[in-house]
């Protein structure tokens, strides 16, 4: 699991695996971090892994966009 802190802009990234994924309770989670924050407005951003492979997707999602423009 990696947390990037971004609180100054209002959010805070966490990036999951798949074996974080089935670890962890994400609303736990972000219960956990936010009590952390206290009164200032945050958000909770997750990251999460796919089960597919990760060159074609990306291929297929530029390609869409290119298509789009």
Do not use: H
Not at 41 to 65: D, H, M, Q, Y
Request: proline fraction near 1%.
């Amino acid at each position: 699991m990696e947390v990037i802190d971004n609180r100054e802009q209002g959010f805070i990234e966490v990036w999951l695996t798949n074996e974080e994924q089935a670890q962890y309770d994400r609303g736990e989670l972000t219960r956990q971090l936010l009590s952390e924050v206290g009164d200032k407005k945050c958000r909770v951003a997750f990251f999460l892994s796919g089960s597919e492979a990760l060159l074609p997707n990306t291929e297929r999602l530029l390609l869409a966009n290119l298509r789009t423009e």
